[in-house]
């Protein structure tokens, strides 16, 4: 079976909440080369230097290509692809004046955004004013600094999100469309959009046992299926149809990327079971060590459930992102607001945490993939960690077909140093034919999202999950 991945495209159009999201306010439908000039107009000064306001463009492109992508919004039944309340999306001032050079670099870069390494979608490139506010992520009037020291756009970007991100240019242009086919799937109905739910649902299912296994990922919406989606119906408190209307497809894909996303903080490499309650000492601004990173690690759980509070980089150091998210915890749990984290703090989060921990069903935090094997493999290896790159590579085939199949007999030859070296120069990597660490951890976050249910293009599919 061949396929081929839905990469992001640039929407010709997009459509923005002159509000909060529940907050009753007019839509309006722009050009998105239109939407990224407003938001930069409105969110950065015309005198940075331009290596400053490239940086900040570019992160401010990829924040809404996310929302687009992941249909953030529109998978929670809203009719807009993102709002223009700074407490959560970006600023947009519907009809005010442009600046003419923001205006000549969102032109010239409107089709380039970032994307972490190995992952197809584009960076969710959090961004804060850095004096005000603070946030894990890019710090504007640092980018200032950073330019006038000489650094370029890319540079700059790497100092916030870290040295695994690259640029994606020339992204394809198209009219934007939601994923929802269009009609009710049902026993009976067939296709691509069949295979995408059986996929997510068997995703969904490790975190949630009780929804059956669809044994055969065929694309043919049988019994399995239909149970398969009632008993998703019944969790999730939707009407018990065990067919797939849009209410159901958008819940589905809401909770698929819930659960992707706090696995994804799993493998960031504190597991649940390696956290303590214990308060050593009071927490605050300069801190470093343990109880820093697991704070920071309580705290980006509680965001994935409530996005009042901010989730800072886990790091075991106390800077001032950590003491925003902190401060943001404080007010939305009805503390003072202090920044610091004394007992009362400390016990709060805990209690928090644990409570969201404990409505997770029993290997919540299950992987599709083994962690990279502590050596690389290359000509003339054997074994299971070869068996294992030669599965991956596999699936990874179906979408990318430049690569070639693989027997996955654990013999690292020819064929698996040529398919290796295929992967490796379609992703940029320096094509030496060597499963090290990083081409290791390209293939298993490329594989993952394959297996896990990314979106796809229509008549095609990725892989399919056993």
Same mark, same amino acid.
Not at 332 to 348: I, K, N, Q, R, S
């Given at each position: 079976?061949?396929?081929?991945?839905?990469?992001?495209?640039?929407?010709?159009?997009? @459509?923005?909440?002159?509000?909060?999201?529940?907050?009753?306010?007019?839509?309006?439908?722009?050009?998105?080369?239109? *939407?990224? =000039?407003?938001?930069?107009?409105?969110?950065?000064?015309? @005198?940075?230097?331009?290596?400053?306001?490239?940086?900040?463009?570019?992160?401010?492109?990829?924040?809404?290509?996310?929302?687009?992508?992941?249909?953030?919004?529109?998978?929670?039944?809203?009719?807009?692809?993102?709002?223009?309340?700074?407490?959560?999306?970006?600023?947009?001032?519907?009809?005010?004046?442009?600046?003419?050079?923001?205006?000549?670099?969102?032109?010239?870069?409107?089709?380039?955004?970032?994307?972490? $390494?190995?992952?197809?979608?584009?960076?969710?490139?959090?961004?804060?004013?850095?004096?005000?506010?603070?946030?894990?992520?890019?710090?504007?009037?640092?980018? !200032?600094?950073?330019?006038? #020291?000489?650094?370029?756009?890319?540079?700059?970007?790497?100092?916030?999100?870290? #040295?695994?991100?690259?640029?994606?240019?020339?992204?394809?242009?198209?009219?934007?469309?939601?994923?929802?086919?269009?009609?009710?799937?049902?026993?009976?109905?067939?296709?691509?959009?069949? =295979?995408?739910?059986?996929?997510?649902?068997?995703?969904?299912?490790?975190?949630?046992? &009780?929804?059956?296994?669809?044994?055969?990922?065929?694309?043919?919406?049988?019994? $399995?299926?239909?149970?398969? !989606?009632?008993?998703?119906?019944?969790?999730?408190?939707?009407?018990? /149809?065990?067919?797939?209307?849009?209410?159901?497809?958008?819940?589905?894909?809401?909770?698929?990327?819930?659960? =992707?996303?706090?696995? $994804?903080?799993?493998?960031?490499?504190? &597991?649940?079971?390696?956290?303590?309650?214990?308060?050593?000492?009071?927490?605050?601004?300069? *801190?470093?060590?343990?109880?820093?990173?697991?704070?920071?690690?309580?705290?980006?759980?509680?965001?994935?459930?409530?996005?009042?509070?901010?989730?800072?980089?886990?790091?075991?150091?106390?800077?001032?992102? /950590?003491?925003?998210?902190?401060?943001?915890?404080?007010?939305?749990?009805?503390?003072?607001?202090?920044?610091?984290?004394?007992?009362? @703090?400390?016990?709060?989060?805990?209690?928090?945490? #644990?409570?969201?921990?404990?409505?997770?069903?029993?290997? *919540?935090?299950?992987?599709? /993939?083994?962690?990279?094997?502590?050596?690389?493999?290359?000509?003339?290896?054997?074994?299971?960690?070869?068996?294992?790159?030669?599965?991956?590579?596999?699936?990874?085939?179906?979408?990318?077909?430049?690569?070639? =199949?693989?027997?996955?007999?654990? !013999?690292?030859?020819?064929?698996?140093? &040529?398919?290796?070296?295929?992967?490796?120069?379609?992703?940029?990597?320096?094509?030496?034919? /060597?499963? &090290?660490?990083?081409?290791?951890?390209?293939?298993?976050?490329?594989?993952?999202?394959?297996?896990?249910?990314?979106?796809?293009?229509?008549?095609?599919?990725?892989?399919?999950?056993?």
């Amino acid at each position: 079976m061949n396929g081929q991945v839905n990469l992001p495209f640039i929407p010709e159009t997009v @459509t923005v909440h002159l509000g909060a999201p529940d907050q009753t306010a007019q839509n309006v439908t722009v050009s998105f080369v239109d *939407y990224i =000039k407003n938001v930069a107009s409105s969110e950065i000064y015309p @005198t940075w230097p331009e290596s400053a306001l490239r940086a900040n463009i570019l992160a401010q492109i990829s924040f809404a290509l996310n929302r687009i992508y992941t249909e953030y919004y529109r998978s929670r039944g809203y009719n807009f692809d993102i709002t223009n309340s700074t407490a959560i999306d970006q600023s947009f001032t519907y009809g005010r004046d442009i600046f003419e050079n923001v205006s000549n670099i969102v032109d010239d870069i409107f089709d380039t955004y970032i994307r972490r $390494d190995g992952a197809i979608e584009p960076l969710f490139a959090l961004y804060c004013d850095g004096r005000n506010t603070f946030c894990p992520g890019l710090r504007q009037w640092e980018t !200032v600094s950073l330019a006038n #020291q000489g650094l370029g756009p890319f540079d700059i970007l790497t100092r916030f999100y870290g #040295q695994n991100i690259g640029l994606v240019s020339d992204a394809p242009i198209q009219g934007a469309a939601e994923s929802f086919p269009g009609r009710t799937l049902s026993v009976g109905s067939s296709g691509n959009d069949v =295979k995408l739910i059986q996929t997510r649902l068997n995703r969904i299912s490790r975190n949630y046992p &009780a929804i059956p296994k669809i044994v055969l990922i065929d694309g043919i919406f049988a019994t $399995d299926t239909e149970d398969a !989606v009632r008993t998703f119906q019944e969790i999730f408190s939707l009407p018990q /149809t065990g067919t797939v209307d849009r209410s159901t497809w958008y819940a589905i894909a809401r909770i698929y990327s819930g659960v =992707k996303s706090l696995s $994804d903080l799993n493998s960031e490499g504190i &597991a649940p079971e390696e956290v303590t309650d214990l308060f050593a000492q009071e927490l605050s601004l300069g *801190y470093r060590g343990r109880g820093a990173s697991d704070l920071q690690y309580f705290l980006r759980f509680i965001a994935e459930f409530n996005p009042a509070v901010e989730a800072p980089v886990i790091d075991g150091i106390f800077g001032e992102a /950590t003491q925003s998210a902190v401060r943001s915890f404080q007010r939305e749990y009805g503390l003072p607001d202090t920044g610091v984290v004394d007992l009362a @703090t400390w016990e709060a989060i805990f209690s928090a945490y #644990q409570g969201m921990l404990d409505s997770l069903p029993q290997g *919540y935090f299950s992987d599709s /993939t083994e962690p990279y094997p502590g050596f690389p493999v290359r000509l003339g290896s054997r074994g299971e960690e070869v068996r294992r790159v030669q599965q991956y590579l596999n699936v990874i085939s179906e979408a990318y077909p430049q690569i070639p =199949k693989l027997s996955e007999d654990g !013999v690292f030859g020819a064929g698996t140093q &040529a398919a290796v070296l295929a992967f490796q120069s379609l992703f940029g990597l320096e094509p030496d034919g /060597t499963v &090290a660490l990083n081409t290791y951890n390209r293939i298993a976050a490329l594989y993952r999202d394959l297996v896990e249910g990314n979106k796809v293009n229509e008549g095609q599919f990725p892989g399919e999950l056993g």
